[in-house]
């Protein structure tokens, strides 16, 4: 019984000490929007707790991006059928509506299909990204914190024996 009590306030410290870095890390975030610093969660497991970030760009916000180049990637696009409507060109000449069939367009470069800011549908080509430096908001909070994690167990150690 004293051992299963025992293994519980290590967990019991351990989500504790997984709040504060929380805490921390929720101070650290990088906000622009809020949309990053609103997907951060706690999810306690059997062993103690997670900490996520759940938006398309926390990894490379706490983690970076080196430099890419995708200018020679090849995508095919499929355009769908669609109606163009007239209009008049700048030198005055009518063009007609016209039906434009389905097909299929060649591109170099990768295309993405969310805004990472927005989290709207936006199709850009990038054929290249400049390197980014993470900002490491949940690491630097680790940093921070972990060092606490004994004070937190023995918190939990310390109501098992009534001394607390």
């Given at each position: 019984m004293l051992i299963r009590n025992v293994a519980q306030a290590v967990i019991d410290g351990t989500r504790k000490n997984v709040k504060r870095i929380f805490?921390?890390?929720?101070?650290?975030?990088?906000?622009?929007?809020?949309?990053?610093?609103?997907?951060?969660?706690?999810?306690?497991?059997?062993?103690g707790a997670d900490i996520s970030y759940n938006t398309p760009y926390a990894a490379k916000m706490e983690f970076g991006q080196e430099a890419q180049d995708f200018s020679n990637e090849r995508h095919v696009i499929k355009v769908k059928a669609t109606t163009r409507k007239s209009y008049v060109t700048k030198e005055g000449t009518m063009v007609k509506a016209a039906v434009v069939p389905a097909h299929?367009?060649?591109?170099?470069?990768?295309?993405?299909?969310?805004?990472?800011f927005t989290g709207k549908p936006d199709i850009r080509l990038i054929q290249k990204t400049k390197?980014?430096?993470?900002?490491?908001?949940?690491?630097?909070?680790?940093?921070?914190?972990?060092?606490?994690?004994?004070?937190?167990?023995?918190?939990?150690?310390?109501?098992?024996?009534?001394?607390?």
């Open positions: 805490d921390t890390s929720q101070r650290l975030v990088p906000v622009r929007t809020g949309r990053l610093k609103n997907s951060g969660r706690i999810k306690q497991t059997s062993s299929e367009r060649i591109v170099f470069g990768r295309y993405i299909s969310l805004n990472p390197a980014f430096e993470g900002r490491h908001f949940v690491g630097n909070a680790v940093k921070q914190e972990i060092q606490h994690l004994s004070e937190d167990i023995e918190f939990f150690v310390k109501k098992i024996d009534g001394r607390l």
